[in-house]
């Protein structure tokens, strides 16, 4: 879990991908990052056969490898990463995430329905045309995160913290938002219909439930 | 190395099991409160419970070191002789201890508190109140705030953008969105910088 090994280039920050043995399963040998990678098209290879074959997914590193199309339907992933990534057209229904790093990954007209993504990090993340709806996404990081017509509806967001967040064309309709912090948001028609507003954290003085305001 | 974490409902803090499989050793971090939950995950995966390592002392993360003690005999780690009295291994400054076959590094960060502490396990940083997803750790004066900032700036941000973050509350995080998003430091990083002069008039 978290081989977050750098990349063998001395020069580089960037993260190694993870590698496998010849029975395919993961190693936490030294690797390269994607962009020096001598045969970045087999890595690549290698990381999708191995999310198709297996259900249950631990410690994988994928960091900047772009998804298109792919189904991670009830799927489990515990302690993976898969920051820097892009993610385009991605279907899943009962995905299931744990501890796992999305920081600073794009998702473009992607469906995630009835996910249970928990203790998950989003920060920096772009959300363009993507539906959480119906999921359970307690205790997440969604700081910084840019969303574009993108939906959590009917989702349990409890805990989970969208500072300096660009949300735009987005909606959390009957959500739970108990204890969510809102602050330096940028909001652009957004919709929190039926969702308990009053115990999410809008600016700095608190949920206004705190505060005991009518 | 496996990482399970665990909510303590009492005060919403988050403890952290840290695990060494191949040599079936394990170590916990802030034990807010132990449930049944934290002792299946060690005895379920046949751990023997070597050591505890406490952020800093408040309730919320050592409330469960009693209960915890009752059942194992680990080497307990703080900043903070009044953890475990003098079964404590009072650690100060920055260093290293090698346990559960895991090399933990381990760095003061005062300002929370005076004995605040962060732990390095491999590339995923403890950091007890600290530091949480944006935004920084309580303190009781300015003095506290500056030193809270000064440190996290040199000893946190200073690490690979990649580093993952583990906070005493709340989700979890890593160094490049804090160095951006982070409310409490993007403000001091904005009033550090220089003044922009003002546009002479045309």
Known sequence: MYILNKCLVHSCRNLALSTFDDEGKITDEQNYCLDHIPDPGKAKEQIYTYIRTHDVIVGLNTAGITFAGIDLTNKRFYGCNFQHCTFTNLHSEGLRSRMSMFDFTT?????????????????GSTFSHTLFTGSDMVQNNFNGVQSFQSSFDDSDLYNSRFIRAKLVNTSFRNCNIKKTIFLDC?????SFKMSNTREAVFDRKGSALAQGLD | ???????????????????????????????????EEIIDTIENGSYKLTGVFITHNHGSHV????????????????????????????????GKVRIAGLSVRYMALPGHTADSMVYKIGTVLFTGDAISAGKIGTTNNSYSDFILRNNIERKIFSQQDGTVLMPGHGPPTCVGVEKLYNLDMVRTADKNAAPIEPLPDE
């Open chain 1, 107 to 123: 998702f473009c007209d992607c469906t995630l329905l009835n996910c249970n993504m928990q203790f998950t990090s989003f920060g």
């Open chain 1, 186 to 190: 940028t909001q652009e028609n957004v």
């Open chain 2, 1 to 35: 190395m496996k990482i399970y974490f665990h909510l303590n409902l009492g005060g919403f803090s988050n403890c952290y099991v840290v695990a060494n499989e191949s040599i079936k050793e394990a170590i916990i971090i802030d034990p807010g409160r132990i449930t």
């Open chain 2, 63 to 94: 409330h469960g070191l009693k209960t915890l003690r009752k059942i194992y005999t680990p080497k307990i780690y703080a900043a903070d002789w009044e953890v475990a009295g003098n079964d404590t291994n009072v650690i100060t400054g920055d």
